[in-house]
């Protein structure tokens, strides 16, 4: 598995990007900073999708599905190898804010064999092989629509629902989470390195730029949408050398949290995009899947 980790291993809002945000083209150009789909090189093309073929993974669909508002959405469904303690569980993958979901692969790879779990890795608009251009209400959209397979297919329609983001995927979930809780088939909630807004994590991601951070129109306000979430327990794991998002954003999402079962977790010498590589970190997963989730159901 260790050469797989090195997909993971992406570029985040480069910094490049500063002195075009110090520069007053925030309000202008922040969906290519924020989204950042084109890195790496080629990554927002389909031809740029690693395949899970590449990782040893037979048993899947690489599909296509239509949003509401008439965009498409490329998607891997990844079915359980094997059976185990989430056997009738389908985890709704939502990844950070530069590669695609062939990136991440290994992630779901890891946790089907695990917990004997299929896996949906949804593709944002304009990232990989979706057409579209992200934005917050776009990213939105397509999260609903993956939530809505996984309700309406045939092979998932029964399945229980686990949401896990990294990073701005974390924004994704945690919005999709709140609306959707009532519904009884979400049934957990994992978050890895994710922020408490766009707007807070601007001074410290691009210090030049921290007097315009207003200027931002790309609100992710999870820190305000996280209340909401009351029941679903959720499972918080910072990476404590996070050096793009300050893991006192996790600490503070953690703070606000009002779900009955929270549960935070740290990587020690995790880093924002090295933090699923580090020891225990499936551990944390594993276990909150077989405690907190399954074992209260």
């Known amino acids: 598995m260790a050469g797989y980790w090195s997909y993971l291993r992406l570029p985040v809002m480069a910094s490049s990007s500063i002195a075009a945000l110090a520069s007053g083209l925030l309000y202008f150009k922040q969906n290519d900073l924020i989204y950042p ?35 498409t959405l490329g998607a891997f469904f990844i079915r359980a190898p094997n059976r185990g303690i989430a056997s009738n569980v389908t985890i709704l993958m939502f990844h950070g804010n530069a590669g695609n979901i062939g990136h991440r692969v290994p992630i779901a790879k890891y946790l089907g064999e695990n917990l004997g779990c299929n896996c949906l890795m949804l593709e944002y608009r304009g990232y990989g092989a979706s057409t579209g251009t992200p934005d917050e209400k776009g990213l939105m959209i397509d999260a609903q629509t993956g939530l809505d397979w ?28 709140a609306k959707n809780q009532d519904a009884g088939d979400v049934i957990g909630l994992i978050l890895e390195n994710t922020f408490t807004s766009i707007r807070k994590m601007i001074p410290s991601a691009f210090p030049p ?51 009955k079962r929270k549960i935070w977790r740290t990587i020690p010498n995790g880093s924002h995009n090295d933090t699923v590589a580090e020891q225990d970190y499936f551990k944390y997963i594993y276990d909150f899947m077989e405690d907190e989730v399954l074992g209260n159901q």
Not at 214 to 231: A, N, V
Request: contains cysteine; aromatic residues 8%; negative net charge.
């Open 209 to 259: 730029a921290k007097y315009i951070a207003w200027l931002c129109h790309q609100y992710w306000p999870s820190e305000d949408i996280l209340p909401q979430i009351t029941k679903v327990p959720i499972l918080f794991i910072s990476g404590l050398k996070d050096e793009i998002v300050p893991p006192q954003h996790m600490k503070d999402l953690f703070a606000v949290c009002q779900a």
């Open 37 to 71: 789909r084109y890195l790496p090189a080629g990554s927002n093309t389909e031809e740029g999708v690693p395949l899970p073929t590449q990782f040893g993974i037979s048993d899947y669909e690489d599909l296509r599905i239509a949003t509401p508002d008439k965009e």
């Open 150 to 177: 996984i309700r309406t297919s045939k092979e998932t329609k029964d399945n229980k629902i686990v949401v896990y983001g990294q990073s701005i995927g974390g924004a994704v979930a945690i919005q999709l989470v």
